[in-house]
């Protein structure tokens, strides 16, 4: 049995986070967040040490290393806001104990030499999680394309439209310098995807951008990808809007739609049982969409000029 610590505990993807460590047979024995409501951790680990202040839980978990005890911290999970991570992982790898990561793992492609030095000077690993490489319907699809012949594109559209409240654009996801923008925030694990399902990129456009949504275009070695990703739930296509659907989810290769809906409750659980069998995803397999995302928050949108997703029409006529 691993010793977890978790810092974000009362972030939205925490409870996720908590599952799969008692899923897996493991002890949660410290956690962090500036915020106290986190009673959720009684459903789980009710006996974990809990801190609304870095500097004391820090002082634990080092106090725990230190003392070679028991409860002696082996990983420790991230789940703060994003531009905070990069902090967070050193502290973990500093700290004697591999990290599990969520995404986005770093803003800036930048961020990950540093920390492959910090692995190198410590010893430990950081693992990142990114969930839909391990979902099986992608899978499939990534056996399917490595198995067509070589010089294949496919024609691919993603649209994905995950509704917020008024509260978004407060929190600190609502502030760029702290999310890395609405693409870092709810599209980096789909741009992983992309990679490793379609392989090398080869072009990255944007075409519009904005706090709440943004749509762009990405040619891999095996695809062109039209992409719309947004918060606003007038986005989501009136049909859908009218049957009540504040979420909209769309993948298309070929003009065929991928199902891949099911099954993601679980991807956690699934990639914890890869980390602790020694097969998470470390901090390279994150470089291209880290690099990805930090392209499509600094470049100048072009419109509605070449390959632009049919959905941008809508927002721009």
């Known amino acids: 049995m691993k010793n977890f610590a978790l810092i974000g505990a009362a972030g939205y ?35 974990a040490d809990f801190f609304t202040e870095f500097e004391r839980f820090d002082r634990h978990v080092d106090k725990l290393h230190r003392s070679n005890h028991s409860k002696q911290v082996d990983y420790v999970s991230i789940c703060s806001p994003n531009y905070l991570h990069d902090s967070h992982m050193r502290f973990a790898l500093r700290s004697g104990a591999d990290a599990i990561c969520e995404k986005p793992l770093v803003l800036n492609p930048w961020n990950i030499d540093g920390l492959l030095d910090i692995e190198e000077d410590t010893g430990r690993k950081v693992n990142t999680i990114l969930q839909l490489r391990v979902h099986p319907s992608i899978i499939a699809l990534r056996d399917k394309v490595q198995s067509s012949p070589k010089d294949t594109k496919y024609e691919v559209d993603l649209s994905y439209i995950t509704s917020r409240g008024h509260w978004y654009l407060q929190s600190w996801k609502g502030d760029e310098k702290k999310s890395g923008g609405i693409a870092t925030n709810i599209g980096v694990h789909f741009y992983d995807m992309l990679h490793f399902i379609f392989g090398e990129l080869q072009d990255n456009q944007v075409h519009y951008s904005s706090p709440t949504k943004a749509a762009g275009y990405l040619e891999y070695a095996n695809a062109r990808v039209r992409w719309f990703l947004s918060v606003d739930v007038s986005d989501v296509p009136a049909p859908a809007r009218a049957d009540g659907q504040r979420t909209y989810r769309s993948i298309t290769v070929d003009g065929d ?21 020694g097969r998470g995803f470390g901090l390279e397999e ?15 949108p072009l419109g509605l000029s070449g390959e632009y997703h049919p959905f941008l029409m809508n927002v721009l006529k």
């Not at 996720?16 to 493991?26: E, F, P, S, W, Y």
């Not at 199902?259 to 980390?275: A, K, N, P, V």
């Open 13 to 47: 993807i925490a409870p996720r986070h908590m599952k799969a460590i008692h899923a897996t047979g493991n002890d949660l024995v410290a956690a962090l967040d500036p915020n106290d409501s986190v009673g959720i951790i009684d459903s789980y680990f009710p006996d």
């Open 257 to 277: 739609e991928i199902e891949f809906s099911g099954g993601f409750t679980d991807l956690h659980t699934r990639s914890y049982e890869e980390i602790l069998a």
């Open 286 to 300: 994150n470089r291209v969409a880290i690099e990805t995302v930090a392209t499509i928050r600094n470049a100048s």
